[in-house]
């Protein structure tokens, strides 16, 4: 019975001051209760009660003209039932122009305002609620996009495994080649010697005549060269740890499936002399080589070339990693859920590099910032600031340029969606 | 949609990379100077000394209000015919052509508002020497000295002008093309057919461009001596000091419309506007010298005590032994006649009153033009005015208008708009008189060369182009590309003009559209000094002798359209760039393309100044600067300075970011926010100093000597701010913030302000009114409140309220100066705050029907400020309150 008599003294405070305060919201009713005198909000003063929305400012602060536009910093509360409630300034008050839905801001004037709460309000609930759906939709494809994040990121991952794998294994490879190669260079200033006359330049470790060659390659001794003794022995100068196809190892054959030494004197011997895409493998241990032959010049500059080539695929590959780790430090959203726009056109491509996210602190990924563009004709450098918003495809929707070289890009994704916006809703005082 | 043809797109991007990349300095080059302009060079190469020119006091005719009499130059024997009038209101006017051209010299029509009524001449005294003449009332006489020829201006004793007194007057007759004749002054002067080439007299070249000149020369000059003057101030427009400098060591002051791109600070060079009307000040006198002629014309100033310093004048003063003080002036023009009206004051008032009877006063603006205006090149579209538009709101900032600049268009189609962009003008203009806002789209006077544009075919066809030497319409280059000009000199062609812009002629058009003006110079990008080739054709006349005139009738054609479309009913509004003595009648005009530095923000003071001088008070600087970006400092700033000039409108440049007053983060903001509604609240006291304007054809922006030609010291100002008191006649060092604008109510003045500071001026309208009545050391003061309906012509049928507001012995009335007119109001007497009062004890208000009330006050001892609660009376009645 208590909490009943309660609602009934509110609702009597509240029947008898709206009667008389215009301009006020329900919390504000207790400042207002009819007595002989009003005390200014901000307590600076104390005026006759009669004094209250007489359209004359006596408080500072504006709080004794709540209905009227006399003070320059008042405030006019739309009640608005239907719609939203709010405040406008108090120079909106009696200006002639319908601020309130409900038109009671224009209570003396000339302006014919209609109320149009609850046409607003309908439209509004039908606009929040496509919002809604939008919102649903988007958030599920939001979902969906995270997921697929998740997986590229994890991809993304193993492939940077990988690449250090393969980078380490570079190393090792790189290590030994270096010390080869110092020692080729150690034994050369030991023992100078005038370069060899003759093809010896390309092998190691061979007599590099016709003969020893075709013998090197002949592995079974048979007389003749077959595909697979060719992809045994012989290796692509740029890459040689592949194993040469079967076709490749035909195509050097001369489009045959063996080859004797007099063919091979002509055509493959001519291709490996000539340093070529192709050469005898690194052999070690290979048949015919007992022990470390003497180390000539030919064998220096093939240590050198080897170093280089191990040098340059190391750094491949470091940059390679490097350009991944990039990639992956990049701020794609808590749940990596931008990351499927890496490298995605959408119609104005300006930038090909990741902006910085500035949206306001609470909701950051809400603007994407590029700054030092491409120069702009009149000096300084374009700029482009991203504003992405909820919806159910990843599309832009508008560019603008409202100064030179200065864009604005509207861009539309599920990704943007926030379920914070679910809990807000409308509401209105029906 | 706007394509450049093959041809015309190279020309146009070339001019843009010439003019738009270049370091930040006007190209001085692209100007004449005085050694030059072949016409400036012949005269300035005269030197003071006898004149050639003698009176033929037999020749003389004396009507009641005329004196007619021949001049010759003894050198040529050419003879010159000299019309004197004493015109009403203290003023003669001197007119002199050749006596017998061998065609008619133009003069300059549409510029007298009326021919001026003239008074009585009469003769006092006649010998071979001369004739003295009396000017009617105050002793004053004119004496005309027949060998050489002078005249001098006498009131009592005083000579208060002499003409001729240097002997520098010329006249270069019309001749033909054979003849050896030359009025070159120094005698014997005869010449080759070589010399005349040199002389540029039958043709001349600057840079490219050639000027034929078929009429050979025909240049005019006189000399003024203003004895007891060190002050002259006018001929605008100058970005130059107020005082005007001698010219003794550099070129005349130029007048010649020109657009000048990014132009320099303090010299003589030309601008885009040419007002040739000069005020000589001293304590005891003010008079003005204005030179009615059209064409190219430089003024040379010079004094004798120019070199001189504080000490020496001083010591000239105590010795008692030096000549008086002089400023000698000289004008030269290209063309034309000389026809000079000396305008006698005494006081600067009298002059401005003297000047406006001639030329008229400020036209009255609709009460929202003097409000805030909102310009950028350019407002990209629809959306971007909308969210302008919304932006004010949001920063509870007041305007009135937003400008779209020539992007607006359908390919600087005039009268188009671009169908993009703007695709529902209507639709737009209909949101903005939502909120009871304005909008202002350019419309310029090249037009561009197109088939298939209405205007351009009109104009065409009924034959409106100007032409060129060859009888084809002229054309040049301007935004559009090729582009023809109209012949605004012609009245069928501004009655045309005007008729476009009705509502079923400028589609897309609304009550709240209004017009801007530029490049009227007129700018021909191609053209010589980036204008029209003087040789062109209007008409019976050369360019060259109507030049300075094409602004001014731009905007007259297109002020008047803006009155027929409203079947006479609204007033205009149309801002200007280039103008003529005449052009306050039709609008605002602007200092055109400045730049954001504090030196520009400083020199808007003195260009603005100057223009109110010779009658052009509708005068406003770009806020912010046109070219460059502004620290924001100086945004903040030039907002403080702009609020409180007449014209009030930030403009910028297309390539410059943006800036309206919410990008500068809250602080600044809250700056401009401010500065922009203390603008508004003093709304009430800007319009009455409007209407005063156009009553009187005072200025509205003053220099102190207008208001205090003897500078009494004895007034008392009040900080509008902090109501702070400063007694007169002393030097303060004023602390400033960033927030404070240094403004002072003088003691002995009652302003009016609206304090319910609107999203618009409109929305203003019925708001109650708050008096400012600041107290000078007698305890009393004086001011006026005029109220009409803010836009309509209704005022002139008498339809407003005008009353005196005075305070003395310790009451404030509100008597009516205007019985005959009649308005009403729903305006009434929210609050009257009396500065350097003391306190009452008892204030009563008495109403005109005899009640009386007490009113509730507030008293401030620290400030001495009384403040009364709520008369609450109608605006328009009469009322008292008195303090007991």
């Known amino acids: 019975m208590h909490f009943h008599m309660i609602i009934v003294a509110v609702f009597w405070f509240g029947f008898v001051d709206s009667r008389k305060i215009r301009g006020i919201s329900s919390s504000y009713k207790r400042f207002f209760r009819e007595r002989k005198s009003f005390l200014c909000i901000d307590g600076s003063k104390i005026i006759p009660f009669e004094q209250v929305n007489d359209d004359y400012c006596d408080c500072e602060d504006g709080s004794d003209e709540p209905g009227t536009s006399a003070c320059p910093q008042g405030r006019f509360y739309c009640t608005n039932l239907g719609f939203r409630p709010h405040y406008i300034p108090s120079s909106r008050v009696n200006d002639g122009i319908c601020d309130c839905c409900d038109a009671s801001d224009e209570y003396n004037s000339h302006a014919h305002c209609q109320n149009a709460c609850w046409n607003l309000g309908q439209r509004e609930r039908a606009y929040v609620e496509g919002q809604m759906r939008t919102l649903d939709e988007g958030l599920q494809l939001k979902q969906q996009l995270i997921e697929e994040g998740v997986l590229l990121w994890r991809e993304k991952q193993a492939q940077l495994r990988e690449l250090q794998q393969v980078a380490e294994d570079l190393q090792t490879k790189l290590e030994e080649r270096r010390s080869r190669k110092q020692e080729a260079d150690r034994l050369k200033e ?44 012989v290796a692509l100068v740029h890459d040689e740890e592949r194993v040469l196809s079967e076709d490749e190892a035909v195509a050097l054959l001369g489009g045959d499936h063996q080859m004797d030494l007099t063919t091979f004197q002509h055509t493959l011997w001519d291709i490996l002399t000539n340093g070529g895409r192709v050469k005898i493998k690194d052999t070690h241990g290979a048949p015919g080589v007992g022990e470390d032959p003497p180390l000539k010049v030919a064998d220096r500059e093939w240590e050198a070339t080897n170093l280089k080539k191990v040098e340059e695929a190391y750094d491949t590959v470091n940059m390679e990693i490097s350009d991944l780790r990039e990639k992956l430090a990049i701020d794609y959203g808590p749940d990596w859920e931008f990351l499927f726009l890496n490298s995605q056109c959408y119609k104005l491509k300006v930038y090909e590099r990741w902006g910085m996210w500035e949206g306001p602190p609470k909701n950051q990924y809400g603007r994407m910032v590029y700054e030092n563009g491409e120069p702009c004709w009149q000096g300084g450098s374009r700029s482009t600031t991203v504003t992405l918003t909820c919806g159910t495809e990843t599309a832009l929707r508008s560019v603008k340029e409202p100064s030179k070289c200065q864009y604005i890009m509207d861009f539309q994704t599920p990704v943007a969606c926030q379920p914070v916006l679910k809990q807000r809703g409308i509401h209105s005082e029906l | 949609m706007a394509t450049f043809t093959g041809s015309m797109a190279p020309v146009l991007v070339l001019w843009l990379a010439m003019s738009l990349s270049g370091t930040w300095a006007v190209d001085k080059g692209n100007f004449k100077t005085c050694d030059q302009s072949a016409f400036c060079k012949r005269q300035r190469a005269l030197k003071p000394g006898d004149s050639p020119y003698r009176a033929l006091l037999e020749t003389m005719e004396l009507t009641n209000t005329r004196l007619t009499l021949q001049l010759i130059n003894d050198n040529n024997k050419v003879r010159l015919l000299l019309e004197l009038y004493r015109l009403q209101g203290n003023m003669t006017r001197v007119k002199i052509n050749e006596l017998k051209p061998l065609k008619p010299r133009f003069e300059v029509p549409d510029v007298l508002i009326t021919e001026p009524s003239t008074e009585p001449l009469s003769l006092l005294s006649q010998d071979e020497n001369g004739v003295v003449l009396s000017l009617g009332t105050e002793s004053q006489r004119v004496i005309i000295s027949a060998r050489p020829f002078r005249l001098d201006i006498m009131e009592g004793p005083e000579v208060l002008m002499s003409l001729n007194s240097r002997g520098l007057l010329a006249f270069e007759h019309l001749r033909m093309r054979k003849d050896t004749w030359f009025s070159k002054g120094p005698p014997g002067c005869t010449s080759s057919k070589e010399e005349e080439k040199v002389d ?70 030309a601008l885009y506007g040419a007002v040739p009307v000069m005020l000589a000040h001293k304590a005891q006198r003010t008079t003005g010298i204005f030179w009615l002629n059209a064409a190219e014309t430089w003024v040379d100033i ?125 639709e737009m203009l209909q949101a903005l008189e939502d909120k009871k806002r304005k909008m202002v789209a350019i419309v310029d006077p090249h037009i561009k060369v197109d088939s298939n544009y209405k205007i351009h075919n009109e104009i065409r066809n009924k034959g409106f182009y100007i032409k060129n030497k060859d009888g084809g319409d002229y054309e040049g280059w301007c935004w559009p590309g090729s582009a023809g000009y109209p012949d605004f000199t012609r009245p069928d062609m501004r009655a045309w003009w005007a008729s476009m812009f009705a509502y079923d002629q400028y589609e897309g058009t609304a009550e709240n559209l209004y017009t801007w003006n530029d490049m009227n110079e007129p700018s021909v990008f191609n053209g010589p000094e980036v204008t029209m080739h003087k040789d062109a054709v209007h008409g019976a006349w050369e360019h060259r002798d109507v030049h300075n005139l094409y602004g001014l009738y731009v905007q007259m054609a297109t002020a008047e359209g ?73 945004l903040v700033r030039w907002y403080q300075t702009g609020a409180y000039q007449p014209f009030f409108r930030a403009h910028a440049h297309l390539d410059t970011p943006r800036r309206e007053p919410w990008l500068f983060g809250p602080e600044n903001t809250a700056l401009i926010r401010d500065v922009v509604r203390q603008r508004y609240t003093l709304l009430p006291y800007w319009y009455q100093q409007f209407y005063h304007a156009y009553r009187t054809g005072e200025p509205i922006m003053r220099p102190l000597w207008v208001e205090y030609p003897q500078d009494p010291a004895t007034f008392v100002w009040f900080d509008v701010h902090t109501f702070q008191k400063h007694n007169g006649a002393q030097s303060l060092y004023i602390p400033v913030t960033m927030s404070s604008i240094p403004v002072f ?93 003391s306190k009452p004890s008892k204030v009563t208000l008495k109403t005109a029907d005899g009640q009386e009330s007490q009113l509730e006050f507030d008293f401030d001892a620290s400030m001495s400020v009384l403040t009364l609660r709520k008369p609450g009376v109608n605006a328009g009645l009469d009322w008292n309150v008195m303090l007991q």
């Open chain 2, 200 to 269: 540029g007299m039958w043709e001349e070249t600057f840079k490219s461009h050639s000027d034929s000149k078929p009429n050979g020369p025909s240049a005019i000059s006189l000399d003024f001596s203003l004895p007891g003057v060190e002050h002259v101030y006018g001929i605008p427009e100058h970005a130059d000091t107020l005082r005007l400098k001698t010219t003794d060591n550099g070129d005349p002051y130029r007048l010649y419309n020109l657009d000048v791109f990014q132009y320099e600070l303090y010299n003589p060079m």
């Open chain 2, 562 to 634: 803006q009155i027929q479309r409203s079947g006479g009913v609204e007033r205009p509004f149309v801002l200007t760039r280039a103008f003529f003595a005449g052009s306050q009648r039709y609008g605002a005009v602007w200092t055109g393309d400045n730049a954001a530095e504090w030196d520009h923000l400083k020199v808007s003071i003195p260009m603005c100044l100057s223009l109110g001088l010779v009658g052009i008070s509708f005068c406003g600087a770009d806020v912010g600067g046109f070219f460059k970006s502004p620290s924001t400092e100086l």
């Open chain 1, 190 to 233: 030991q023992t100078p010697r005038p370069p060899e006359a003759g093809d010896g330049r390309l092998f190691r470790g061979q007599n590099s005549t016709v003969t020893g060659t075709f013998k090197l390659l002949d592995s079974n001794k048979d007389g003749s060269i077959t595909v697979d003794e060719v992809q045994a022995k």
């Open chain 2, 302 to 426: 010079s004094s004798n005590t120019a070199g001189k310093t504080v000490f020496g004048k001083m010591l000239d003063y105590v010795q008692g032994s030096s000549e008086t003080p002089q400023t000698d002036v000289r004008w030269i023009s290209e063309s034309g006649i000389i026809d000079v009206f000396i305008m006698l004051g005494p006081t600067p008032k009298d002059v401005f009153s003297q000047y406006a009877s001639l030329t008229g006063t400020q036209s009255f603006p609709p009460l929202a033009a003097v409000g805030y205006h909102q310009c950028r090149w350019n407002y990209n579209d629809q959306e971007d005015v909308a969210s302008v538009d919304a932006g004010f709101d949001e920063h509870d900032i007041p305007y009135d208008y937003i400008w779209l600049d020539i992007e607006h268009t359908d390919g600087k189609r005039y009268f188009t708009w671009d169908s993009h962009k703007f695709a529902s003008p209507k």
């Open chain 2, 745 to 837: 109510q003088r003691g002995g003045s009652i302003i009016p302000r609206k304090m319910r500071v609107r999203r618009s001026s409109s929305c203003m309208t019925h708001d109650p009114y708050t008096l400012y009545v600041a107290l000078n050391l007698q305890r009393t003061a004086e001011g006026e409140l005029y109220i009409d309906d803010g836009h309509t012509f209704n005022y002139e049928k008498k339809e407003f309220i005008h009353r005196r507001l005075s305070f003395a012995k310790n009451m404030l009335s509100s008597v009516n100066l205007a019985t005959d007119a009649e308005f009403s109001t729903g305006s009434w007497i929210e609050r009257i705050v009396i500065l350097g009062a």
